[in-house]
């Protein structure tokens, strides 16, 4: 079974930076887009960044500028840098992972997708 585990979340200072990790664990072959989304109180949950395994990015355009995505092929690892941070970036921020071919007990699943638990990012003086 495939896991993602965020970390790097916290509270603070508008103006301030943020990074976050995000790292996949499991008998992974290979996966396809990884991305951040996020969700603030009363909100849908809404797309940050998306990066391919050809390194392809795709941003919101609320966080152009200030965040970039990267991500380790190898390692199955996606960050989120976050500069000039603002008190409406304010939300729960979850990983994602699409198209994920995996092993899971000697079966190989193609295509799934997985999401993390989610890691809050407050933005308050």
């Known amino acids: 079974q495939v896991q993602l585990v965020e970390s790097g979340g916290g509270l603070v200072q508008p103006g301030g930076s943020l990074r976050l990790s995000c790292a996949a664990s499991?008998?992974?072959?290979?996966?396809?887009?990884m991305g951040w989304y996020r969700q603030a109180p009363g909100k849908a949950r809404e797309l940050v960044a998306t990066?391919?395994?050809?390194?392809?990015?795709n941003y919101a355009d609320s966080i152009k500028g200030r965040f970039t995505i990267s991500r380790d092929n190898a390692e199955h690892t996606v960050s989120l840098q976050m500069n000039s941070l603002k008190p409406e970036d304010t939300a729960v921020y979850y990983c994602?992972?699409?198209?994920?071919?995996?092993?899971?007990?000697?079966?190989?699943?193609?295509?799934?997708?997985?999401w993390g638990r989610g890691t809050q990012v407050t933005v308050s003086s």
């Open positions: 994602n992972a699409e198209d994920v071919d995996a092993y899971d007990s000697g079966t190989l699943y193609r295509g799934d997708n997985y």
């Open positions: 990066i391919t395994s050809g390194g392809v990015t």
């Open positions: 499991g008998t992974i072959l290979g996966i396809g887009a």
